[in-house]
Every structure is written in C-alpha cells, then in structure tokens.
C-alpha cells in the first residue's frame, strides 16, 4: 500500500507564504514524476507544478516567479514554497505521484488527500 501525506496548508494573507510537504511510503520502487495540483470551488482540478526525478518542472503560467517546487528523492518527498500568495490561489492542493510498486516497472498516479489553502484578501 503506498501512501501521500501533506501537511503545511493554512490561512495567509495576501502577499505571504506558505510551505507544502508531501511524503509517499509504501512499498516504493521508483517515483518518476511528483507534483502538485489544485481544485478551487466550482473549477477543474489543475496543474500547479511537477518535477521529475532528475529535476525537470512543469509549471503552470499563474504561479510561474511565485511558486518553487523541490524534492528529495531519498525522501520520496515533494515541497511546494508559496510566494505572494493571491486571493486566487485558495484551493484544495493535492500532491500527485507517479510511482512504481517494489517489484515491478508499471508506473500508477497517486493522490494524496489534499490540503485546504486560503488567502485572504
């Protein structure tokens, strides 16, 4: 069984910051992509930002110059710093993992639970 767990999600005021961590565990052969995602209310959950496993991001236009995401691959962990966080950034984040089982070389998404954060205005 592989689990995410996040943690660092909270309310901010506009303009501050905010620091995500996430964690897989499990019976883990090899992490190829991780990342994060968000789901305002009412919206599409979407891409934030990913990184795979030698250090190439994607990231989305609106958090681009604000947002930096980090791993530590011995960790099987993801960060994801927040900078000038807007109004517009509250959403449910979700960390996302594409992992292979130990023993095998199949790769499967995970998610984690998500975490709520809100800026205010």
């Known amino acids: 069984q592989v689990q995410l767990v996040e943690s660092g999600g909270g309310l901010v005021q506009a303009g501050g910051s905010l620091r995500l961590s996430c964690a897989a565990s499990g019976s883990i052969f090899s992490i190829s992509v991780m990342g994060w995602y968000r789901q305002a209310p009412g919206k599409q959950r979407e891409l934030v930002t990913t990184?795979?496993?030698?250090?190439?991001?994607n990231n989305a236009d609106s958090v681009k110059g604000r947002f930096t995401i980090s791993r530590d691959n011995a960790k099987n962990a993801v960060y994801l710093q927040m900078n000038s966080l807007k109004p517009e950034d509250t959403a449910v984040y979700y960390c996302?993992?594409?992992?292979?089982?130990?023993?095998?070389?199949?790769?499967?998404?995970?998610w984690g639970q998500g975490t709520q954060v809100t800026v205010s205005s």
């Open positions: 990184m795979t496993g030698v250090g190439s991001t």
């Open positions: 996302y993992a594409r992992i292979a089982y130990s023993g095998s070389y199949c790769y499967h998404d995970h």
